[in-house]
């Protein structure tokens, strides 16, 4: 079992950034590949960034690609995405996901490859 407490939304206007926490406790964080998900009002729960076991390889979205970072700390178990030039339609409710792989060097882009979820943190950029 694995508790991940996502951290760091709120609202802010279009061109901002915001850094977005997940903090894991549990099971050894480095056994999961990590990822950062969104879910719009009336919209399906989309992937936005994932990053491997070992952080050593990322993988984006295209509509945050250039925009967004993600990054992992395997020494505090946390994760973080860092959001910069913010755009209205990046507004929703943002979740870390954690998913268990042998693999080292996978970034895991498909949702139902994660089975540990954190309860989402709300992320609003206006206009």
């Known amino acids: 079992q694995v508790q991940l407490v996502e951290s760091g939304g709120g609202l802010v206007q279009a061109g901002a950034s915001l850094r977005l926490s997940c903090a894991a406790s549990?099971?050894?964080?480095?056994?999961?590949?990590m990822g950062w998900f969104r879910q719009a009002p009336g919209k399906e729960r989309e992937f936005v960034a994932a990053i491997s076991r070992s952080g050593g390889t990322t993988g984006y979205a295209d509509s945050v690609k250039g925009r967004f970072t993600v990054s992992r700390d395997n020494t505090k178990n946390t994760m973080y995405l860092q959001m910069n030039s913010l755009k209205p339609e990046d507004t929703a409710v943002y979740y870390c996901a954690a998913a268990p792989t042998t693999l080292t060097m996978l970034p895991i882009r498909l949702l139902r490859e994660y089975r540990y979820w954190g309860q989402g943190t709300q992320v609003t950029v206006s206009s």
């Open positions: 549990g099971r050894t964080f480095n056994n999961y590949a």
